[in-house]
T-cell receptor
């Protein structure tokens, strides 16, 4: 079973920052937080991952709370192409464990 | 660099038949995983292969099997198809243990069982 809780859906205005929350209150010290997204009719796409420090790449930023019980994925300037289902995944030892997907958050970016 | 490719993209089979799906990973990637996606159950892990060996297996019946070849290409087979096997089957590849952890997914094969 997925170990994360996400809102089922969110809307965001085009050009604004999209902040997608994820609750993982039972996370263990050696578990990573991963984010993937799935655009309609495509396979999931890796976005970012982190252990305890905040992370940023060309796609997004990941903010993990100090107690690691929740995190937020930030898309700084959402575009219509960012409309997708976003999955937050908690994963121990990413080298050897499969991705366990929950239901994710359906983000709709509105013009 | 070419992405993960899956063939065929669409497939229609009859209940009781068997089916084989193919996945070609990104060049240099040695790990291939398979996932099933249905509206009711979402994305579920089937199995992972690394260097021709199955490393992990999800909670699916024995009718679902897979293999990996020496060139890292992988196939999955479903025997005695049931209506509930209708799904999008996704393949994902990554370089392997100790290196890049990100998995890159293909576009999937949409299987319809009638």
């Amino acid at each position: 079973d997925a170990k994360t809780t996400q809102p089922p859906s969110m809307d965001c205005a085009e050009g604004r920052a999209a902040n997608l929350p994820c609750n993982h209150s039972t996370i263990s010290g050696n578990e990573y937080v991963y984010w993937y997204r799935q655009i309609h009719s495509q396979g999931p796409q890796y976005i970012i991952h982190g252990l305890k420090n905040n992370e940023t790449n060309e796609m997004a930023s990941l903010i993990i709370t100090e107690d690691r019980k929740s995190s937020t994925l930030i898309l700084p300037h959402a575009t219509l192409r960012d409309t997708a289902v976003y999955y937050c995944i908690v994963r121990v030892d990413p080298r050897n464990t499969p991705l366990v997907f929950g239901k994710g958050t359906r983000l709709s970016v509105i013009a | 660099k070419a992405g993960v490719t899956q063939t065929p993209r669409y497939l229609i089979k009859t209940r009781g038949q068997q089916v084989t799906l193919s996945c070609s990973p990104i060049s240099g990637h040695r790990s291939v995983s398979w996932y099933q996606q249905t509206p009711g159950q979402g994305l579920q892990f089937l199995f992972e292969y690394f260097s021709e060996t199955q490393r992990n297996k999800g909670n699916f019946p024995g009718r679902f099997s897979g293999r990996q070849f020496s060139n890292s290409r992988s196939e999955m087979n479903v025997s005695t198809l049931e209506l509930g096997d209708s799904a999008l089957y996704l393949c994902a590849s990554r370089q392997g243990a100790g290196s890049s952890y990100e998995q890159y997914f293909g576009p999937g094969t949409r299987l319809t069982v009638t």
